[in-house]
């Protein structure tokens, strides 16, 4: 099957591929889709994650494959299915699932955050839900499904712990992030290298009503000395604010930085046209920290 399709940027739409697992329906980003297989025989891993099948090499890749059922606790068939094989922060995964149903182009508004009985800070099982016809498609969180089976593909806090004592800086930082986990993990490490006065939204349109009233007030430049966003939001993406924050006089000046599980070649250059100073993907903490120096400093000096 051909995913790469390619949306204009900053619409404010994605597209989602729905997917089986029993009679329950799910999504997935179409960005995070490498291509889709047949099912094939796998090569255990001995003291494995229970959801982690095993590794299979197409193509001369080792790619680990993930039990999509196992992870979320429904019961396991002997279904062959199909594998979905993805790529998110610099990492190859195949997820194995029942059915492929098709694809949908949605708005991220049409994208129903899910309430804290679905998703905890710690413990996040989807992104948002759809409703499509009379079915509820839930988009789930695939990254916080991998960190969890493997931690160490999550953050790099020990980036922070590693940089030398910082003097604390209160240039005000924007962040729209939807993930409370990644927010958190986030905002504490942010914290931990100086950065203290932190202005955190859970998704785009939250952010940009918040440029918006800053704006009216006249002092937006002031207020936000740099912003940092996600891509993937309900109610508006990263790409999307992007795009309204760098087509504003009064606002453009402001360096924002994407930091994204989906940062590869083709989302930097979205990224790029769209005007985003900088790009990054989600475990590079360090990285972030050294961007947010360089682009406060340079804008400081202007």
Same mark, same amino acid.
């Given at each position: 099957?051909?995913? /790469?399709?390619?949306?204009?940027?900053?619409? /404010?739409?994605?597209?989602?591929?729905?997917?089986?697992?029993?009679?329950?329906?799910?999504?997935?980003?179409?960005?995070?889709?490498?291509?889709?297989?047949?099912?094939?025989?796998?090569?255990?891993?001995?003291?494995?994650?229970?959801?982690? @099948?095993?590794?299979?090499?197409?193509?001369?890749?080792m790619i680990t494959v993930i039990n999509l059922k196992k992870c979320l606790g429904l019961p396991d068939t002997d279904e062959k299915g199909l594998f979905i094989i993805t790529n998110f922060n610099k990492l190859n995964v195949a997820f194995h699932v029942d059915q492929v149903i098709g694809i949908h182009r949605v708005s991220w508004e049409a994208i129903i955050k899910p309430d804290s009985t679905i998703n905890g800070e710690d413990d996040s099982v989807s992104t948002g839900v759809i409703k499509m016809d009379d079915k509820l498609v839930l988009i789930l969180d695939f990254e916080s499904i991998v960190a969890g089976i493997s931690p160490e593909t999550g953050l790099r806090v020990n980036d922070i712990d590693a940089m030398q004592e910082r003097a604390r800086c209160d240039s005000p930082i924007l962040i729209a992030e939807d993930s409370p986990l990644l927010s958190k993990l986030l905002t504490d490490c942010l914290k931990k290298a100086g950065y203290t006065n932190l202005i955190v939204t859970?998704?785009?349109?939250e952010a940009w009503d918040k440029l918006c009233e800053l704006k009216k007030e006249g002092n937006v430049t002031e207020s936000v000395d740099c912003i940092i966003t996600d891509i993937e939001m309900p109610q508006?993406?990263?790409?999307?604010?992007?795009?309204?924050?760098?087509?504003?006089?009064?606002?453009?000046?402001?360096?924002?930085?994407?930091?994204?599980?989906?940062? /590869? @070649? @083709?989302?930097?250059?979205?990224?790029e046209q769209l005007g985003a100073d900088a790009q990054l993907t989600k475990p590079e903490l360090g990285q972030l920290v050294e961007a947010i120096d360089k682009l406060i400093h340079q804008n400081s000096n202007k």
């Open positions: 099957m051909d995913t /790469n399709i390619l949306l204009e940027s900053g619409t /404010n739409e994605l597209e989602i591929l729905e997917f089986t697992l029993g009679d329950n329906h799910y999504g997935i980003n179409v960005a995070k889709i490498r291509e889709i297989l047949q099912y094939q025989p796998v090569t255990p891993v001995p003291n494995a994650n229970p959801s982690v @099948e095993g590794i299979f090499m197409p193509r001369d890749v859970t998704n785009g349109k508006m993406d990263g790409h999307r604010l992007t795009k309204l924050v760098k087509s504003d006089d009064a606002m453009k000046s402001i360096p924002l930085i994407i930091f994204s599980s989906l940062v /590869n @070649e @083709e989302m930097k250059r979205k990224g």
